[in-house]
């Protein structure tokens, strides 16, 4: 999935104009980068729950020998989606109610729990 794109000028003409773009993340990151159009995509599905920030760093270089570089942070904040279902905290309940429990009073609250955030859990 498209996720943004860098851009390059420069004032050298022709080829030595021309930049090459890369992500050199030390870690694997699930991003690539087209090397002529700067273009960032997606390698592999995103979780919001598994990470929810990733730091790419990027670098753009010229073809003019000798080469020259820069680098800067790109910060891709992975947005939450309705992803996950609530799951009840207990998988099964035994309960004991004498026959002389009054009507209309509580005497147990079941606890779900959703990973997805607001305004996706309403647990």
């Known amino acids: 999935a498209f996720v943004g794109q ?11 104009g021309s930049a090459i773009f890369s992500i050199i993340n030390t ?4 991003f ?4 002529v159009t700067g273009i960032i995509s997606t390698t592999d599905n995103l979780d919001r729950e598994n ?10 270089q010229d073809v003019a020998p000798p080469p020259h570089f820069n ?18 905290e207990d998988e099964l309940v035994q309960l004991t109610l004498s026959e002389l429990q009054t009507v209309n009073i509580g ?5 779900a ?6 305004p996706y859990n309403s647990t």
């Not at 990470?51 to 753009?60: K, N």
């Not at 729990?113 to 607001?118: A, F, G, I, Y």
């Open 6 to 16: 860098v851009f390059a000028s420069s004032v050298e003409e022709g080829d030595h």
């Open 27 to 30: 870690e694997t990151v699930p």
């Open 32 to 35: 690539s980068i087209d090397e």
């Open 51 to 60: 990470r929810d920030i990733y730091h790419l760093l990027l670098t753009v």
């Open 71 to 88: 680098t800067t942070m790109a910060i891709v904040t992975v947005m939450d989606t309705n992803d996950n279902p609530p799951v009840f």
């Open 107 to 111: 005497f147990y609250t079941a606890v």
């Open 113 to 118: 729990v959703d990973n997805d955030l607001s």
